[in-house]
């Protein structure tokens, strides 16, 4: 579904300031997989993602996505097909448009050119209702309202609201507090098997990145040095984790953000 070989990126070629973000890197997804990835900061998540979802051309290799060759296809032509939520709760969405207006953009009806239907704010709602916090009654409030877990929850639905091929979750619970974490986390598990979106998770969260999804990958210094699913990964606690990445990556991980999550 996913089959990405062979990519390389390194940025600032040739200067002091040289840095290979990604070396060799491939990785092939079938259809419904939900891929967890753990990794330190430098690792190569975001840049991996950056990659996928057109931010910048790879200097080697190729990125295919449900068949089509989407290497060197431009950002705003990937968006059709790659949903994605960051870690900044205030990214994705217009905070000075209502609840009711971000969420007929992202379905392509309504907004600003033609009004919305009685349809359309009915399927908003029955939407909206299964997030569990009541923005099903709040849908002309101004976004910029919001708490940031109800902001992110938002984001993650109108990120599927039609449901893309891929969905590219970027620490979209980092900035949260634990309790509003643990809602969107199910909210997205929810999600994500509802509609059977193919699916990659950056977490810092180990103990999440072995619980959600059915395949946990980590990854240092621009490549992948690890990649568990199946009987393999049902039975690994996080210090089978830490040692698999002490054996593929010659090194300790040291990251405390990483090492101190619950």
Same mark, same amino acid.
């Given at each position: /579904?996913?089959?990405? *070989? ?21 990785? $092939? #997804?079938?259809?419904?997989?939900? !891929? ?31 068949? %089509? ?11 059709? *097909?790659?949903?994605?939520?960051? %870690?900044?709760?205030?990214? @994705?969405?217009?905070?000075? /448009? ?26 908003? %709602? ?10 099903? &009654? =709040?849908?002309?409030?101004? !976004?910029?309202? #919001?708490?940031?877990? %109800?902001? $992110? ?23 949260? &507090? ?13 999600? !994500?098997? $509802? ?17 959600? @999804? ?14 568990? $699913? +199946? ?14 990445? =002490?054996? +593929?990556?010659?090194?300790?991980? &040291? ?8």
């Amino acid at each position: /579904m996913l089959v990405i *070989q062979n990519i390389a990126k390194t940025f600032n070629p040739g200067t002091v300031n040289e840095k290979q973000a990604l070396s060799g890197l491939s990785l $092939q #997804l079938a259809a419904g997989d939900f !891929v967890t990835i753990v990794g330190s900061n430098g690792a190569g998540k975001s840049t991996l993602f950056n990659a996928i979802a057109g931010d910048f051309y790879v200097d080697e290799g190729s990125i295919a996505l449900d068949g %089509q060759d989407i290497t060197y296809l431009p950002a705003h032509k990937r968006s059709r *097909q790659i949903g994605r939520l960051f %870690q900044d709760p205030m990214r @994705g969405t217009a905070p000075h /448009m209502t609840i009711e207006e971000n969420l007929a953009l992202a379905a392509g009806s309504g907004g600003w050119f033609s009004p919305m239907t009685k349809a359309d704010r009915k399927r908003f %709602q029955d939407r909206l209702a299964l997030l569990d916090m009541g923005l099903e &009654d =709040r849908m002309r409030q101004p !976004v910029g309202l #919001l708490s940031g877990g %109800q902001r $992110q929850a938002l984001t993650l639905l109108m990120a599927t609201m039609n449901p893309p091929k891929l969905l590219l979750l970027d620490e979209h619970t980092a900035a949260l &507090d634990p309790g509003t974490a643990e809602k969107v986390l199910k909210i997205t598990r929810d999600v !994500v098997a $509802q509609h059977k979106i193919t699916t990659l998770m950056v977490t810092h969260n180990m103990k999440n990145a072995l619980e959600l @999804g059915n395949r946990t990958l980590m990854m240092d210094s621009g490549h992948i040095v690890l990649d568990v $699913q +199946g009987e393999e990964r049902a039975g690994m606690t996080v210090n089978d984790l830490l040692e698999r990445f =002490r054996a +593929g990556a010659g090194k300790d991980l &040291d990251n405390d953000r990483i090492l101190l999550s619950d």
